[in-house]
C-alpha cells in the first residue's frame, strides 16, 4: 500500500530551519558566506528571527547567535565550536578501561516550554510517557514538538536525538519528521539522531520504514529496516547497516549518561564527548587523532576520559575557562 506523507510546512517548518541553523553554527567549516545567507533568512520573515532567537535562549547559544547577526566581515564565534576532527593520520593502538558509577538524570535536564514541546538542554536527557503509552527518551540537546490526535501519532524531531518505544496500534501508524525525512513505524522502538550533515536511525525491535523526498516532486521514496539494523542518510544514497547486538547496546549507552568506546579513534571519541560537555575539548596535536581508546565514561564526567589519558598515554591535558586542548605530553604547553 502507498501512502502519501505531508511535508513539513508552517511554524514547524521554521522551526526545524531554525534548528539546523543552530547546529549549523556549532559545525567546522562556518564562513562569511554562511553569516550571510542566516542573514539573509533572518531578515526575510519576522517569524524566522523570532524562531532562531527562541531556539538560540533554550540552548544556550545566544552570545553565539548575537555575533553572527552583527553586520561585520569578521569571523563571526569568538569561542571555539564544537568541531568534528575528521583528518585521516596514522593509528595509534592504546585502550582504556574505567569503573563506571550508576548513572543518574541531571536535576536540571527539563526546560520549561508548552506541553506539545520537550526538549532537553547541553549534557541533560529528558523521558516523556507519550499520550498513547509510548516512551521519547530525548539525548543531550534536543527538540522535539509532539502532536497525537485520534487518526495520527507524529512527533517532530527538530534537533537532537530521541529513542523511541512505540506503542502497538495498527490503524494508527507512529511518524517521526526530521527535517524533510519521515520514519514510520507501528509498534517498535528505535533510535533517531539527526544533525547538520545526516539523519540516523537505529532500529530495535519491529521494523520501521524512513522516507525521504525523491529526486523530482514531493513523493517520498521508503527505505525498510528491521531489527538489528541502521541507517544513515543524508545527501548521498543511504547506507544500511547490520550491527551486532553489543554494538546497538554500545550505540545507545547514552540513555544510562554512558558512553562506549571500542578500539575508536580518539578523535571520535572526543567529538562524541562534545556533545555533552560545556567546555569544548580539542586534539591539538594532530599524531593523537586517530589514538585508539576503549571502554566506557559518563557523559556528565569528561575528567574520567581526561585523567586516564593523561596517567595512561604521555598526553597532557590544558584546561583553561572556555576549551580543554589535549596535546603530548613532551610537547611545549
Do not use: C
Amino acid at each position: 500500500m502507498t501512502e502519501r506523507v505531508t511535508p513539513l510546512r508552517g511554524e514547524s517548518a521554521i522551526e526545524a530551519q531554525a534548528s539546523a541553523w543552530i547546529a549549523r553554527m556549532d559545525g567546522e567549516n562556518w564562513s562569511p558566506a554562511d553569516q550571510r545567507e542566516l542573514l539573509a533568512w533572518v531578515e526575510s520573515d519576522p517569524a524566522h528571527r523570532d524562531a532562531i532567537r527562541r531556539l538560540a535562549s533554550l540552548w544556550g547559544e545566544m552570545d553565539a547567535l548575537t555575533a553572527l547577526l552583527e553586520p561585520a566581515p569578521r569571523q563571526p564565534r569568538s569561542r571555539p565550536r564544537r568541531a568534528w576532527l575528521l583528518a585521516p593520520l596514522a593509528a595509534v593502538t592504546a585502550a582504556v578501561v574505567l569503573v563506571t558509577i550508576p548513572p543518574r538524570l541531571a536535576d536540571n535536564s527539563q526546560i520549561a516550554a508548552p506541553s506539545d514541546l520537550y526538549t532537553t538542554a547541553l549534557g541533560s536527557q529528558r523521558e516523556v510517557t507519550l499520550p498513547d503509552g509510548s516512551r521519547m527518551h530525548l539525548n543531550t540537546r534536543s527538540y522535539a514538538r509532539v502532536d497525537f490526535g485520534d487518526t495520527h501519532r507524529r512527533v517532530v524531531l527538530l534537533a537532537g536525538e530521541a529513542f523511541f518505544q512505540v506503542a502497538h496500534e495498527p490503524d494508527r501508524p507512529f511518524l517521526v519528521e526530521a527535517g524533510s525525512r519521515v520514519v514510520r513505524a507501528v509498534g517498535t522502538a528505535f533510535s533517531v539522531h539527526m544533525d547538520a550533515r545526516e539523519l540516523e536511525v537505529l532500529v530495535t525491535e519491529g521494523r520501521v520504514e524512513v522516507r525521504e523526498p525523491a529526486s523530482t516532486g514531493d513523493d517520498l521514496q521508503a527505505v525498510a529496516l528491521k531489527a538489528g539494523q541502521r541507517v544513515r542518510v543524508s545527501d548521498k544514497a543511504p547506507q544500511i547497516e547490520v550491527l551486532a547486538e553489543e554494538d546497538i547496546e554500545r550505540h545507545l549507552l547514552w540513555r544510562q549518561q554512558l558512553l562506549g568506546f571500542t578500539d575508536t579513534p580518539l578523535r571520535e571519541v572526543i567529538a562524541e564527548y562534545n556533545r555533552y560537555a560545556d567546555r569544548n575539548i580539542v586534539i591539538s596535536d594532530d599524531s593523537l587523532r586517530d589514538m585508539r581508546i576503549g571502554g566506557q565514561f559518563r557523559t556528565d564526567d569528561p575528567e574520567g576520559l581526561l585523567e586516564a589519558l593523561e596517567t595512561g598515554f604521555g598526553v597532557r591535558v590544558v584546561r583553561s575557562a572556555d576549551v580543554i586542548l589535549i596535546s603530548r605530553l613532551d610537547d611545549e604547553p
